[in-house]
């Protein structure tokens, strides 16, 4: 009798390249930390504009006359 060969298992195909574990895909920038929020300029107070000064020499300022009322007519109350 023939000795009979034991049947091997049949051996797994191999790939040709081994399959390399998939890479992350990297981005191309590197994430920069998020910019801090720079603080609000400060609201500054309005300026009121101003009345513009008056040029020129300014006329002197003179008393007022005094006004001679007639004996018949009574002059106003000075307002106090």
């Known amino acids: 009798m023939l ?3 034991p049947i091997l ?3 797994p195909i191999l790939p040709a390249k081994p399959i ?3 890479k ?3 981005p191309a920038k590197p994430i920069l930390p998020a910019k801090p929020i ?3 300029k400060p ?3 309005v300026k009121v504009p101003r009345l513009p000064k008056a040029t020129g020499s300014p006329k002197p300022m003179r008393p007022p006359k ?3 009322w007639p004996a018949t ?3 106003p109350m000075p307002i106090r």
Do not use: M, Y
């Open 3 to 5: 000795p009979v060969k």
């Open 9 to 11: 298992p049949a051996k």
């Open 20 to 22: 390399l574990p998939a």
């Open 24 to 26: 992350p895909i990297l």
């Open 38 to 40: 720079l603080p609000v």
């Open 43 to 45: 609201i500054l107070p």
């Open 66 to 68: 005094l006004i001679r």
């Open 73 to 75: 007519i009574r002059p």
